[in-house]
Structures are given as structure tokens and as C-alpha cells.
């Protein structure tokens, strides 16, 4: 019996900070928004109002779905890029190439997602490098604002989440045997047919995984779509922030935050159902 | 790849080749051009060259302020830095902790809680950064009207709440980051420790510990660079003393000014130098 | 009569920078055998049979499948195909999209009519009805089996099998080689196995190619590969041998026969290498071959069991040699019928043999046998 309670005081040991930190930093917290998010501003009385605003206001559902589609979007986009660059840096390069990409590959990505931002704004602005490049040209003969369109942020999305595609993508196709391809091709197949029959199916697991977590990504930036967007970036996130800091409504931006996530979860659990994946079996 | 003829396969090469060199240019161009832009001395932050200048780095004239002669761009990296610290510091604990929870101790509902764990990663960090704003707001009220004003000072925005804030999600990457370390031990080496004579507690100090330190100095480089760079939670957290991105981001809403290139080459270079000694630590731990 | 010939291979040399892993090969593969490639890990085989598949170039030579030069061919355009060594069964698709895959490549076909050759080809491997199952649901025997049919459906001129036995156990690798013969010669494609296991080389072959650090030492059918040896490496490398080091050629009996001294002991054997009056060989002796007979006999060795190992239907009986200056033993094979004579531990023996169940071939630079171990 002292035994037995004496592997329970172990336990307990390590139980109690660990259900500490999760329970006290991230759920209830959780708890606390979504109260939040049926109370009333002034009065705390439940109420359903800050969840009508959402649905009644066309604004905010007018952002919301452009925040998803656009992510949905620049998600397609940073996949069609990344999955070509996985494919060559496992199965083309050879050994020291490999890895002299990788590291160039990974290192932005330890700098700050802001100064990623940053660097494009030093980029696209009207007094910047690319204009500066085409009036050099002789292309334009004055500063044209590339900033705060579509497409700087669709770029600036891409750019911070290359990474987050393309990590997964290779360490499933790493797991691809050499000799898959090589019996495609005694058989008869050529690069296309290999490609399509056997390299990208078995890269499934990593594409969705990509997927994934680039789209949540997406959805949830804030700093490198309000810089590269400015006030015109009219997305979801903005609006949060303005609810908790500006207007200080936490009721609301509670509201917001809560739809945020229960859209995310939702989403993310349709996707893996309609490609069967398992999500543990994913990561 | 099996290409008919040798011109064709080395063509197919050559593609490929050059494939990876424009995506090298798009990942590493903008980082370069900010790094020349910082030593060019034309304040407008652009092109064309005027000059090497070291002016944004130090400088004191009225109309050139250099990064390590703003005062308030300096208060912002010791607070990045003390935030880090202490973030790094209470995760990789709590890492450590986890690691031997999940990987040694069975109970019910361990799934689950390995599940719940994983959470703080999934949700966006506006969100876990407002729900902390929120509770931790209720809280000090609470605490406030209990024991009096002021009692709840520590979890109104400010040092503490940002590091508590950050820690909810750093702790669950040097979690994984640990256990993933811990599960390649074989426990076989502690009996043997022990059936040398230490006693279990010596075991685990000597052997075990020593095993993970590969992973526990990689977390904890992660957990510093994470802290460091983190935003979207912290911007809902941070009182009168903002951290390097925050103070940036201010910065960056008004405009570019060159001390901000300045100011990237510095983090680019710091970060990088960290960011290889994890790589490092990581391929020994392959080991 | 001659034979049509389904691959040839003139002068095939393969360099990796500086290592020559095949040095100037050359042989023919006739239609419709079993022609194995026999030899030690790091022999080469396995670049020749790559070459041959087109997944490797020479650096010299040529190549010529069906009397059409290959070199420049692409893999997927000969008319050979590979059973890999660990089989590359699609995991992503059934067995039967495994089997059609070939014939999803070459068009023309429609779909009922693949399902039918490939429903055939299953068949004939022994897997009927399995088609719907996935790779991961069938054992390894029967992955084996889908490997062949899949690329047996495409009825290629050669059938190129990369040691794909190596990796089942040992009952089911001793079913698998009599089937894999049997299928050969019912369908009469020419095979081309490569392995470091003899005995699978032995077994199954019509003729058997012996390679050693990239060059062939000999070709030649199984019979005579285990009499009459061509060369030092193949005396030691196939079946079991006696190898008595360093003796001396004394006499030569015939063009072909010698006899050796060996610290006093003369001993007679085949001549393997050209040999003349003293000459230093190695001899080689069957052990199945020796006479053992109790008590002392004309005209033959005296020697002394020291040790008897039970193995079934023989045992395996290690003699001393006794009237040697140097300390010489022999392990001799015995069977157990009805005639074996009945020896025990201490026993003193007569041991004799035939001429040429002994081979005798000049030592080679001993650097090069600890390579082979």
C-alpha cells in the first residue's frame, strides 16, 4: 500500500503543474470568453446580441467571409508553391545541396513574422525598393503604392507561411521509397503519371497537415495583413482587436473570438472527414 | 528523372535548379536588400545608394537617432529580453515536467489531456491572447474588492500577464519538443544506475536529465525565440513597457524610418545565430 | 544449335568517380532461362542488373535487349521489368491497380479487358480474387507474388528479379524458389535473378554467372560451377569446401591432375589454374565427397575424429590429420544411410577421394578473401 501512494505522490507531482498551467493559461480562460461572449455589456444578463451583431451587421460577416476565402486563397497559392520545392529538395537535390537549402530555406523564418512584414513594406511602398527599380527602368515615371492591395497581403501571407507548408510536405515525402518511382518507371510510367499515381498520394498526409496549419495561420494573422493592408485589410482578426482595444468591448470581441474558433475547429474537422484522415494519424 | 536522352535529363536538372534558386530569392531577397538598406546612408529608407553609414546603428545627432542611442528602442529589447527569460525559464520547466508526465506516468485520461495540451497551439493567438486579457481582467477585479485596491496590480497588462500569456502556448513546444527526446530513452539505463548503487533520484539527475539536456537547451532556444518575436498574443497583454515587436509595430503604423532596417539586421542576426545553434543541438540529438 | 539471345551485354564497364564497380563484363542471357548473377555483397551484381534495367548507364560498353541496342533507351521504354528487392508494392492503391499499373501506361486497352489480364496474371501467381485487398493486408509471401504479377501481366521479354527472396524466412523462401522455377518454365520469359545466396542460385538457375568486385569469374550451369570451378574465388565461394592453404605441387599425374604436398602429406585434386612441379596451391575438397572408412586403409589419409556434429540427415565430422608436419584437419560430410559406417570421438580414419572432387588453384592475395567475408 505505501508503495502504491507513494507512485501516486510521483504523479500528483507532475499532474498538478501541468494541470495548473493548462487549466489556469488556457482553459478557463476559454471559459471566460465564451461567458463573456452571451453577457451583456452593461447589465451581465445572458444575452444572444453580440452573436446577432455578427450575423445582422453585414460588415462583420462581409469581413469574416472574405478573411476565409482570402486565407482559403493565399492557403492554394503558398501550397502550389511549397509542394514543387519539397519535392525537389528531397528527391533532385543531392546530399549537400540539401541541406545548404534547407538552412537558406529556414533561417528567415527564425527572424519575426513582423519583420517579414517590414521587409515587404520596404519593398512595395511608393517610395520603395521596387519602384525605385522600375523608375530606374524607366518602366514608370513615379512612385506607384503597392501597398495596402489584395495582393501585397496575398504575398505577405505566402511569404510567412512557405515554411509551415513545405516542412510537412517533406517529411512525408522523405518517407517515400526511391524504389516507388523506379518501379513506376519499369512499368512504364513517365514523370507526370509517377507523379500524379504515386508521389502526390503518398504526400497526402503532409499536404493536409500543411494545409492546415498555413490556413489557421491565414485566418488568424494579424500583423502582416494590417501592415501590408493597411486600414483597407478588412479582416476578421482586426476586427477582434478592435472590439478588446479600442472599444473596449470584451463582450463583443469575446462574441468574435468565439465564432473565430468554433469556425476553425469546425472547418478544419469537415476537411479531415471529407479526405478520411485521421488527425493523430496526420501529425 | 529517367529522362530518354541525356540532354533531356540534364534540361529536367537545370529546371529544377532553377526553380529552388527563385524560391531562394523570394525568401532570402527582401532580407538582404533590408540588411543593405540599414548601412545606406540615405534616410529615406530606400534606394538609391548614398554610402556606407553606420548612423542607424549609433548615432545621436537630433535628425539621426541610431538603434542603440533610442532610448526607448533600447528599453524595448531589455523587455524582450526580461520577458523571454522568464518565459523561457517557467516553459522549459513546465516542459520537463510534462515530458516525464506523459512519458513515464499512465492514468486515466491521459489522451486526452496530451490532446488539451496541443490546444494552445491550434488557436489562434488573438484569441488565447483576449481570453487571457479577459480572465485575468476579472480576476484582478475580483482580487481588487477582496483584498483591497491594488492587490491584483500583477495581472493587470503588464510584465507578468505577457509571460504568463506567452507561456500558455511556449510551454506546449517544449513539451513536445522534450518528450519527443524522452521517448528514445531507454528506462532500461536508470535500472542499470540503479543496480550500480544510485538510488533513483540520483538515476534520474545523473542519466536521465543528462540525456535530455540536447532537447532542453533546444527548447529552450525555441521558447527565447518564440517569446522574442511573438506578437498577436502579447499586443492584448503588454502595459506601459512594450517588447520589440510591439514597439515596431507603433513605429511601422507611422512610417518606415531607417532605424527600423537597423534594427532588423540586429534581430536577423541574433535570432540567426541562435536559430543555428538550435539547428545544431537538434542534428546531435539525431544522434 | 544456336540459341536466340535476349540480352547481351558486350564489355560493360561502370565507374562511381574513382570505384569501377563493374569492370568490363561481357555476357549473353538466352531466351527463355533461368540465368542467375551470383556473387558476394559489393560484387556488382546489383549495378548490372540496374544497367540492365536502364536505372543505370555504362560508363563503356553496350547493352542489347532482343538484339536492340539500349543504352539510350529510357527505363520505362525497354522491354524488361524488375521485381525490386523490396518488392515497391504501391501502397497507395489495391493490388489490382498495383498489377494494372503497367497496363494503365501503355493505353489503348480499356478497362474491363486490364481487369481481365491482370485477374489472369493474379491467377497464374497463385492469388486469385485477391484484387481488392490493399498491400498491407496480404502477407509476405503473397506480396512477393503480386510483385511478379505485376510485372508479368505486361509479358516482358526479360524478367529481372533483384534478390527478392532475401527478406523471407526460411521455409518460405525454400517454397518460393521451387515456384518462382516452376513459373519460369511454365511461361518460359527469361529470367535474370541476382543474389549473394547460393543456394537459391544454385536451385533455380539453368546457368549461373559468378561476379567478384565487378568482374566474372565465371558462367557457366550449376553442375559446373560446383565441379569444376574456373577460378580460386568460385572454388570457395560455392558450396561448401575443405581449404587446405599453402601445399606444394609435387608431381603433375596428368594435364589436369596434380598432386600436392602438403607438410608431407601428398594429396591429389583437379588442376583448377594451369599448374607445373612447384607451384604453391590451395587445395579445395567437397566434403560430402571424402570416403571416410574406420581403421587404416591403402592409399589413403590417417586421421583422427576429434569432433561430430549431428545435422540431420548427415553429420558433419572433423578428422584431424595425422601424419602432417603442420596441424591439417578436414570436415567431412557423412550421410546417414544405410552403409555409413558407425564412428564415434577418437575414432582413428582413412580418408580418400576421387580426383577431381578436389580442386587445386594457385592462392590469391589474401586481402581480397577477407573482402569476400
Redesign the interface.
Known amino acids: 500500500m505505501w508503495t502504491r501512494i507513494k507512485r501516486n505522490k510521483g504523479l500528483w507531482a507532475l499532474l498538478i503543474p501541468m494541470l495548473l498551467w493548462i487549466g489556469v493559461l488556457f482553459v478557463l480562460p476559454h471559459v471566460k470568453l465564451f461567458i463573456l461572449s452571451f453577457m451583456d455589456r452593461r447589465s451581465g444578463a445572458f444575452t444572444l446580441s453580440n452573436y446577432a451583431t455578427f450575423f445582422n451587421k453585414s460588415l462583420y460577416t462581409k469581413v469574416f467571409i472574405r478573411t476565409v476565402i482570402f486565407s482559403i486563397i493565399t492557403t492554394s497559392l503558398t501550397l502550389a508553391i511549397s509542394f514543387p520545392t519539397a519535392f525537389i529538395i528531397t528527391k533532385v537535390l543531392g546530399q549537400k545541396f540539401k541541406a545548404l537549402v534547407l538552412m537558406a530555406i529556414v533561417l528567415p523564418y527564425w527572424i519575426s513574422e513582423l519583420i517579414q512584414a517590414f521587409t515587404w513594406m520596404v519593398l512595395f511602398r511608393e517610395t520603395g525598393v521596387i519602384n525605385y527599380i522600375l523608375q530606374l527602368l524607366g518602366i514608370t515615371d513615379h512612385g506607384i503604392e503597392f501597398l495596402y492591395h489584395n495582393s501585397t497581403i496575398a504575398i505577405g501571407l505566402i511569404y510567412t507561411s512557405l515554411l509551415f507548408m513545405i516542412i510537412p510536405i517533406m517529411n512525408s515525402l522523405d518517407t517515400l521509397d526511391d524504389s516507388l518511382i523506379e518501379a513506376s518507371y519499369d512499368l512504364g510510367g513517365d514523370f507526370w503519371s509517377t507523379m500524379r499515381e504515386i508521389i502526390i498520394p503518398h504526400a497526402g498526409p503532409g499536404i493536409m497537415v500543411g494545409s492546415i496549419m498555413v490556413f489557421m495561420l491565414n485566418l488568424g494573422n494579424y500583423v502582416t495583413v494590417t501592415l501590408l493592408g493597411g486600414k483597407n485589410s478588412l479582416w476578421f482578426t482586426e476586427a477582434i482587436y478592435n472590439q478588446f482595444i479600442v472599444r473596449f468591448n470584451q463582450n463583443q470581441g469575446a462574441a468574435f473570438g468565439v465564432i473565430l474558433l468554433t469556425f476553425s475547429v469546425i472547418f478544419v474537422w469537415i476537411v479531415l472527414k471529407i479526405t478520411k484522415q485521421d488527425l493523430t494519424e496526420a501529425m | ?6 540532354n533531356s535529363r540534364s534540361l ?2 537545370a529546371l ?1 535548379y532553377f ?2 534558386i527563385l ?2 530569392i ?3 531577397g ?2 538582404v ?2 540588411t543593405i ?1 540599414a548601412f545606406n546612408d540615405n534616410p ?5 545608394w548614398q554610402g556606407f553609414t553606420l548612423d542607424w546603428f549609433k548615432s545621436s545627432t537630433p535628425d539621426r537617432v541610431g538603434l542603440f542611442d533610442d532610448a526607448r528602442m533600447m528599453a524595448a529589447i531589455v523587455s524582450s529580453l526580461k520577458v523571454a527569460a522568464a518565459v523561457t525559464i517557467i516553459s522549459v ?2 516542459g520537463v ?2 515530458a ?2 506523459f512519458v513515464r ?1 499512465k ?1 486515466v485520461g491521459r489522451e486526452f ?1 496530451y490532446m ?2 496541443l ?2 497551439l ?7 491572447g ?9 480576476i484582478a477585479n475580483w482580487l481588487d474588492q477582496a483584498l483591497g485596491p491594488g492587490a491584483g496590480i500583477f495581472l493587470r497588462p503588464g510584465f507578468w500577464l505577457v509571460v ?2 506567452q ?2 502556448f511556449v ?1 506546449t513546444t517544449t513539451t513536445l519538443v522534450i518528450t519527443a527526446r524522452l521517448k528514445r530513452f531507454d528506462p532500461s539505463l536508470e535500472e542499470a544506475a540503479m543496480d550500480l548503487g544510485a538510488t533513483r533520484a540520483n538515476a534520474i539527475m545523473h542519466i536521465t536529465l543528462r540525456f535530455l539536456t540536447p532537447a532542453v537547451v533546444g527548447a529552450a532556444i525555441i521558447a527565447f ?1 518564440f517569446s ?5 498574443t502579447t ?2 497583454l503588454i502595459g506601459s513597457d512594450p517588447t520589440v ?1 510591439i514597439i ?2 507603433s513605429r ?2 507611422f512610417g ?1 524610418s531607417p532605424e ?2 537597423a534594427v ?1 539586421v540586429l ?2 542576426i541574433v ?2 545565430v ?3 545553434l538550435a ?1 545544431s543541438f537538434q542534428k546531435d540529438d539525431n544522434a | 544449335m544456336t540459341q536466340e539471345i535476349d540480352v547481351s551485354l558486350v564489355q560493360i564497364t561502370k565507374k562511381f568517380g574513382d570505384l569501377v564497380a563493374v569492370n568490363n563484363v561481357s555476357f549473353d542471357i538466352p531466351k527463355g532461362k533461368f540465368f542467375s548473377v551470383l556473387g558476394p555483397s559489393g560484387s556488382g551484381k546489383t549495378t548490372v542488373l540496374r544497367m540492365i534495367a536502364g536505372f543505370e548507364t555504362p560508363t563503356a560498353g553496350d547493352i542489347y535487349i532482343g538484339g536492340e541496342r539500349v543504352n539510350d533507351v529510357p527505363p520505362n521504354k525497354r522491354r524488361c521489368n524488375m521485381v525490386f528487392q523490396r518488392l515497391a508494392l504501391f501502397p497507395m492503391m489495391n493490388i489490382l491497380d498495383n498489377v494494372t499499373f503497367g497496363l494503365r501506361r501503355r493505353g489503348g486497352i480499356n478497362k474491363a479487358e486490364m481487369e481481365r489480364m491482370a485477374e489472369d496474371a493474379l491467377a497464374r501467381v497463385g492469388l486469385k480474387g485477391l484484387g481488392k485487398r490493399r498491400i498491407n493486408q496480404i502477407s509476405g509471401g503473397q506480396q512477393q507474388r503480386v510483385a511478379l504479377a505485376r510485372s508479368l501481366v505486361l509479358d516482358p521479354t526479360v524478367l529481372l528479379l533483384d534478390e527478392p527472396l532475401g527478406s523471407l524466412d526460411l521455409k518460405l523462401r525454400q517454397a518460393m524458389k521451387l515456384e518462382l522455377k516452376h513459373l519460369q518454365a511454365r511461361m518460359g520469359t527469361t529470367f535474370v535473378y541476382i543474389t549473394h545466396d547460393q543456394t537459391i542460385a544454385l536451385a533455380m538457375s539453368d546457368t549461373i554467372a559468378v561476379i567478384n568486385l565487378g568482374k566474372i569469374e565465371q558462367i557457366a550451369s550449376p553442375e559446373e560451377l560446383y565441379r569444376r570451378p574456373a577460378t580460386h574465388f568460385v572454388a570457395s565461394f560455392v558450396g561448401e569446401n575443405n581449404k587446405l592453404m599453402a601445399g606444394r605441387v609435387t608431381r603433375m599425374l596428368d594435364d589436369h591432375i596434380c598432386e600436392a604436398d602438403f607438410g608431407g602429406l601428398p594429396m591429389i585434386g583437379r588442376a583448377g589454374d594451369k599448374l607445373k612441379p612447384g607451384d604453391t596451391v590451395d587445395l579445395f575438397i567437397r566434403p560430402e565427397m571424402i570416403l571416410l572408412r574406420p581403421g587404416k586403409h591403402e592409399n589413403a589419409i590417417l586421421g583422427k575424429i576429434s569432433e561430430i556434429n549431428f545435422d540431420g540427415s548427415h553429420s558433419l565430422i572433423i578428422v584431424d590429420l595425422l601424419e602432417s608436419s603442420r596441424p591439417l584437419a578436414l570436415n567431412v560430410k557423412l550421410q546417414h544411410t544405410e552403409e555409413a559406417p558407425e564412428v564415434a570421438v577418437g575414432d582413428v580414419v582413412s580418408l580418400s577421394w576421387r580426383w577431381d572432387a578436389a580442386n587445386a588453384f594457385h592462392p590469391v592475395d589474401q586481402s581480397h578473401i577477407e573482402k569476400e567475408a
Not at chain 2, 529615406?44 to 538609391?48: G, I, K, M, V
Not at chain 2, 522574442?228 to 498577436?232: D, G, T, V
Request: proline content about 6%; aromatic content about 16%; overall charge positive.
Open positions: 528523372m529517367y529522362a530518354s536522352s541525356k529536367s536538372q529544377f526553380y529552388v524560391i531562394l523570394f525568401t532570402l527582401p532580407l536588400i533590408v538598406l529615406a529608407a530606400s534606394f538609391p520547466i513546465l515536467n510534462n516525464f508526465l506516468e492514468f489531456l488539451l495540451m490546444g494552445p491550434v488557436v489562434p493567438g488573438v484569441v488565447l483576449t481570453s487571457i486579457l479577459a480572465f485575468s481582467h476579472s504568463l500569456g507561456v500558455s510551454a525565440l522574442f518575436q511573438n506578437f498577436n499586443y492584448f515587436p515596431l509595430y511601422l503604423r518606415i527600423i532596417n532588423s534581430l536577423m535570432t540567426g541562435l536559430g543555428i539547428f
